[in-house]
């Protein structure tokens, strides 16, 4: 007598379940490891008009642009995961701050007024222009992610076993850097131009970003209640644009303090890339 394919399919299909259901357990997983990020050469420009008080209208602009790159750095890890026979699913908290380092051009700055200076006070086009050395830009990123993954674990010979997983990923971003330059001109008495620099950093909004992760972990059994374990996993999502925002250095010397209603700076963008490569390692307690 023929057996139905269905009922092989079902007998399959129980038998499997029956497999991946076996002795669930909990694990804690615990880990170090570095990070290389994907963000490198991002450029920005910095464009600006600075305000011109106190005088005639006036024709000003100032125009600095950076290059961006975010370094490698270690950091670290904690997660837990349900394991169901070779079948798991888990939970993962990563962090890491990369320092942000680059380079920039010069700050070019030009004004076009007109001045009125005694004794005769005759209309006078003034044209000034300058390019102020820029220190090279850094900071520091602030980045995490918790990355929700379904893994099949192949077991090796000894005390072997090979955990192979993908999944979501959410990630956030946040950070400073500097410094920016900033410049106000305003007229004195018989039309004499005065000026004043300012230092800025700049605040990157947190950035959120939703993508994936794939990779493997090879574990090294220690008994039957624990592991420590080696992994390669690259954390993936598409570039966003961060939003921006800019404080001055305090500066005590200065001749005219910073003022936030009249010293505006284009809120811009800065375009960032949150994917990275993480390598790490750590300990796997089982429950």
Known sequence: MRIPRFLIAAAAFLSLAGWAVAQPHAELVMGFGGYIPSWKDAPYTHAYAPPFLYGTPAVTSGLQTLSLSAKSISGGSVGAAVVFGRLG????YLAFSPDVTGTTTSDAVSISYTSYPPPSYTPTP???SQAIPMADPSGELHERTISLNGFYRVTLPSWFSLDLSA???WFSIDGEIGTLDYWKFWLGGHSVLFSQQY????SIETLNR??????ATLNVHIGTNAAVWIEARYHLAAAGEASLSFQPIEDT????EFDPETDIIPAGKLLINPSFLRLGAGIRILF
Request: proline letters at 0%; glycine letters at 16%.
């Open 89 to 92: 699913v888990s939970l993962t």
């Open 126 to 128: 003034v044209t000034a």
């Open 253 to 256: 010397t200065a001749l005219a």
């Open 167 to 169: 999944g979501l990923t």
């Open 199 to 202: 230092a800025l950093i700049m």
């Open 210 to 215: 939703i993508g994936g992760n794939l990779g």
